[in-house]
């Protein structure tokens, strides 16, 4: 173990235990992809990453800027058109995780990444879905993994992009959902479940050295704790050392100097 | 039947004012030299569609040049925000923007239904999201078999796509290889495509399952090397990382947003492409 990492870096490694080595993992960009890739360095090396430009089965040996760098495409197994990853990869049943970031998040695992404010009047554009609202529903379960901060992690979500539980309860199965949705959150203080009947998230782990009032003081939310808050186990050196390699193989990937000096 | 033509002629014979228009390309093959000769001959009201406008939705939308975006991804990949489609959406800069929001399923399923000549695509989506509460054209369909409640979309019918592929062989029929997107799709779903590509060949040199467009899918092709820069031509260029993150700043403001616009494609010429990948092909 080691005792020497950034709440950051915790984030990622816990997030990357939850996955497993037959698990066919739809990909989001960012912390997610970090997250995935861990996994396959570490303890999951046979699993499959799906990103949505349609790569099946890949494995990039530096975290990709965009969904679809080449890379993706020259390590994947095949590599098939966008329509249809949706319909017969996605659509089809054969995700088991869908692996997502949010811009805000709620209790029962809603995810905004469309606008802060009123949609016809934004205060912030944000990029919009994408991939997720299907992923939402159509992966086996959802895993959510961000920073905690009072913006982030709200009362009332200001637009539902990815339909997590609704309202809790059995709201998904009501819409005729068969998949589980959110069963997971890791963010950079805690692992979260939800409960098994409200649907709330609940956090049952908390990463070494963060207290209860650290948890509640990033949360927009009045937080429940399970009744056996455990302390995630801190980063092996192997899975932090893993993790930093992989950053600065990216790092130095995606900053190497522009030799032309020409734009866009 | 394919024409080989220059790009600037290519545009001026195919696209019209008020035209809808699909640029294509999933992160690969983004057919930036394309979109910036369309800027550079100043085309009105154009419907924009394309799953994930980045950085030429941000310069046609910047330039005045559209009355509406269909859309289901406005971000600058692994970058952040567009920073001229926001000024668009929150302050109406230069005019305001109509926007046509779905989700990657949806839009995906749409260019698949134009291409197939359908009407409407169904597909099992937005389950729950309020997309469909702000997108009038996101509405259900019940299945007759099971009974089960789908979502239905309009199919995407661009009057022109623009595309970028790797090749062209002297007939005009046109090869793609690596991250496919939904270029072949939006071709087929589309009344005009235009595709540039990097280089035209005696021969494709492939296997019998590539994806191939037959040269007479395709009204114009125009050789523009680099014609996808800063995106990346698998087998020919690296994608300009580095140029997606200077844009960032670029775009951030008005004025200097204006300027590099002037310098980079008003006064450019598509030959300018082949300089800009220049320094990204060693490794590709």
Known sequence: MSNDFTPDEMM???????????DVCFVGIGAPSAACNVARLTHAPEITLIYESGTIGTAPSVLPLSIGDGELCETAVSTVAVPEMFRYWLQGGRVTIGFLGAAQLDKFG???????????RPKIRLPGGG???????????????????????????????????????????????????PTLLITDL?????????????VVSMHPGVTKDNVQATCGWTVKFADDVEVTPAPSVLELKTLRDLKARTKAAHEAPSASGANA | MAKFLSIRDAVANNLKHGDSVAFEGFTHLI????????????????????????????QLIGMGMVKK???????????????????????????????????????ANAYEAGAAGLPCAVFRGYLGAELAKVNANIKSIICPFTGEKLAAVPALRPDVT????????????????????????????????????????????????ACILPHWTIAAICVVPGGAHPSYASGYYDRDNVNYIEWDAIAADREKFLAWMDEHVLKATPEIFAERVRHLRASA
């Open chain 1, 12 to 22: 990622t490694i816990a997030a990357s235990r939850a996955l497993k080595n037959d």
């Open chain 1, 110 to 120: 809603n995810i905004n990444t469309t606008v802060i404010g009123d949609y016809d």
């Open chain 1, 131 to 181: 991939g997720a609202p299907e992923i939402a529903s159509s992966s086996g379960e959802i895993y959510i993994t961000m920073k905690q901060t009072l913006r982030g992690m709200v009362d009332k979500i200001d637009f539902v992009t990815s339909f997590g539980h609704g309202t809790g309860g059995d709201d998904r199965q009501k819409l005729g959902m068969t998949t589980l949705g």
């Open chain 1, 190 to 202: 805690a692992v979260w479940r939800p409960d098994p009947v409200t649907k709330e998230f609940t």
């Open chain 2, 31 to 58: 057919p930036h030299a394309a979109a910036h000769e369309v800027i550079r001959q100043g085309f009105k009201d154009l419907t924009v569609m394309r799953m994930t406008p980045d950085i030429i939705y941000d």
């Open chain 2, 69 to 107: 975006m269909i859309f289901s991804f406005a971000g600058n990949p692994g970058v952040g925000l567009l920073r001229r489609v926001r000024d668009a959406v929150e302050n109406q800069w230069p005019h305001a923007l109509e926007v046509e929001e779905h989700s990657h399923a949806a839009m």
């Open chain 2, 162 to 209: 623009f595309i970028h592929a790797q090749k062209a062989d002297r007939k005009g029929n046109v090869l793609i290889e690596g991250i496919l997107g939904v270029q072949k799709e939006a071709v087929l779903a589309a009344k005009r495509a235009v595709i540039t590509v990097e280089e035209v060949v005696d021969d494709l040199d492939t296997h019998t399952n």
